[in-house]
């Protein structure tokens, strides 16, 4: 495959929980950080969460943290976002990305455009309502 795939999207309830999960390519190699992100209608591209592979550090919006958790399966070449506790206002397509910069690799969350060689997937659709 030649991008990212995410699945696990889905129609919630409010204070219901979706566990999102992104398959890697195999040709991607080494990369620094993977990366969680959202896009609501009319609104811009959020960095939700951010995992380090080299030391598991990770990041989190302030809108999220507490409520979603990222995670990796690396026999699976797998990671997963967690979402617990959803609103209304966590609706949006969700994309995973990856980079492979080097220096501070976690700012892929905040500055993706700057964060080396990146690819992305296709997007999965969260929808959070009654």
């Known amino acids: 495959q030649l991008q990212l795939v995410e699945s696990g999207g889905g129609l919630v309830q409010p204070g219901g929980s979706l566990r999102l999960s992104c398959a890697v390519p195999?040709?991607?190699?080494?990369?620094?950080?993977i990366g969680w992100f959202r896009q609501a209608p009319g609104k811009e591209r959020e960095g939700v969460s951010c995992?380090?592979?080299?030391?598991?550090?990770?990041f989190y919006a302030d809108s999220v943290k507490g409520r979603f958790t990222i995670s990796r399966d690396n026999a699976k070449n797998t990671v997963f976002l967690q979402m617990n506790s959803l609103k209304p206002e966590d609706t949006a397509v969700y994309y995973c990305?990856?980079?492979?910069?080097?220096?501070?690799?976690?700012?892929?969350?905040?500055?993706?455009?700057?964060?080396?060689?990146?690819?992305w997937g296709q997007g999965t659709q969260v929808t959070v309502s009654t």
């Open positions: 990305a990856t980079t492979n910069r080097r220096f501070l690799p976690l700012l892929l969350c905040v500055s993706p455009g700057s964060s080396g060689q990146t690819h």
């Open positions: 995992l380090s592979s080299s030391d598991g550090r990770t």
């Open positions: 195999g040709f991607i190699l080494d990369y620094s950080a």
